[in-house]
């Protein structure tokens, strides 16, 4: 695509040399501990009532956010760092963030800002990410994506029609719809149905746990 290929030879043009010290598999792995550490962090903070725990969540994400940016960008791999994919997230995050800050100025519904914005962007990135793989041959490795888009549309719907399920351990939900997909995909050759099963179950885990706490 013209569009796409003249923002890459941009990026090339400015982006430092990589040191290609991190994989793919890395690369997978070291975004689902920042969205483990960084999801998680926000339960804690959520569950303790701590005061200003919005404005902490959001110095913790900007803490991950600029390592993992760094990692990236100083170590992955090209093949990650000018992919379409990669591209695609790039539009995705940027606009669930500048949501998230509507959230913290009071412009912007807190359930909407902090929750619903997130799951709706692992959903939609997820199907795009699905598409352009399928699209350039890895067709596994698509339909695994597939499947975790759907389960995160799932999820977007029961917390719209009855939050009050999901309010427990909703940003443990969201942990676990940042970081099983990139597990799954680092380090198994599972198929998708399984993959798909394997994030639902965990998420009804959490669920239940929630319910029940």
Partial sequence: ???????????RDVAPATSGRLDESGFLLAGATAGLVGWGGTQ??????VPHSALLATALWAALV??????????????????????????????????????LAGLVP?????????????AFGYCLTAGLLIRAGADRRGRGYLAAGG?????????TVAFEVVAPVA???????????????SRTQLSAAVRGATLALVLCALVAVGLAG
């Fill in 1 to 11: 695509m013209a569009v796409t290929d003249g923002l890459r030879a941009v990026l």
């Fill in 44 to 49: 804690l903070l959520a569950w303790l009532g």
């Fill in 66 to 103: 600029a390592g993992f940016a760094s990692l990236t960008v100083l170590h992955g791999p090209d093949a990650v760092r000018f992919s379409d994919v990669m591209l695609g997230w790039g539009t995705i995050n940027p606009a669930a963030i500048a949501l998230t800050v509507g959230g």
């Fill in 110 to 122: 807190p359930r909407l800002a902090f929750w619903t914005v997130w799951v709706g962007a692992a």
């Fill in 151 to 159: 389960t995160a549309l799932a999820v977007l719907a029961l917390g």
């Fill in 171 to 185: 940003f443990l939900l969201l942990a676990a719809l940042h970081a099983v997909p990139l597990v799954l995909d």
